[in-house]
């Protein structure tokens, strides 16, 4: 009952969504959630979410986060629908994105604001931003259930989320030999907040690598760290869709919404 809390099956690599879910769910896969990263393609996640099993979060990626304003109501309106499981990708990003610093920093503490109000876990994006990410997060620690997603091993990160009681989301990226930092860090991470994402149609594992990723690849990357952590896989898998349904609220949320 492996979940991928966190692929992309509404970008334009998946001319047919519906043919990957399949494979994943043949594979063993059989939850999804789907991270908002624009407009257009929350929407497209919107209607993938539809079908059983799978979720979907609201949030404007960094990268895209120039005219976040006039969207607002629209997906604050989306964030109260049952299908949502949180708010992400959400976040800072200083390494790709062109749009200005203090637009992201507003978007980002404007989207924070909807989750605490909404009582939302938030999935967070960063990238060469680790400074100004944390500071920001640092006022919502108390309020917030905070999920780093595609965690590449960093130590303030790391530090930071083990001391308030995050959630780190591993990927694909840690079965690359490179992957030494992450491979290290992942030791550090208790059990009881780790979480696994294909963060498709990136970052294949090993042995798909340079491959389109798709859910179905998650069960490699699952299989990669029991082997690190020197747990079995099969109780791995059933620690990390126990942490995935709790951080995600997705229990209750089906109960309060009658989707059960």
């Known amino acids: 009952m492996v979940i991928d809390t966190h692929t992309h099956l509404d970008l334009d690599e998946f001319d047919d969504p519906y043919e990957a879910i399949n494979r994943a769910r043949q594979a063993g896969v059989n939850y999804f959630i789907l991270p908002g990263t624009t407009l257009p393609n929350l929407k497209k996640a919107i209607k993938i979410a539809e079908t059983d099993g799978i979720w979907y979060l609201v949030g404007i990626h960094p990268e895209d986060a120039d005219n976040y304003e006039k ?21 800072l990003d200083y390494y790709h994105s062109d749009v200005p610093k203090h637009i992201q920093k507003a978007c980002f503490r404007q989207f924070l604001e909807i989750a605490k109000e909404l009582s939302l876990p938030i999935v967070i994006h960063t990238r060469e931003a680790t400074k100004d990410t944390l500071e920001i997060l640092s006022r919502f620690t108390n309020s917030l259930t905070i999920i780093f997603h595609c965690f590449t091993g960093d130590e303030k990160i790391l530090e930071f989320g083990n001391k308030h009681g995050n959630y780190f989301s591993i990927g694909g990226i840690i079965t690359y030999p490179k992957a030494k930092i992450l491979q290290e860090a992942v030791k550090k991470i208790p059990l009881s907040k780790l979480l696994f994402e294909t963060d498709a149609p990136f970052l294949a594992p090993i042995p798909y690598r340079g491959r389109r990723n798709e859910p179905a690849f998650i069960v490699e990357t699952i299989k990669y760290t029991s082997r690190l952590l020197n747990i079995d896989y099969e109780q791995l898998i059933r620690i990390s869709t126990d942490n995935a349904f709790r951080a995600f609220n997705i229990t209750c949320r089906e109960q309060k919404f009658g989707l059960q």
């Open 71 to 91: 969207d607002l109501g629209y997906l604050a309106d989306k964030a109260r629908e049952a299908k949502c499981a949180g708010i992400g990708e959400i976040g």
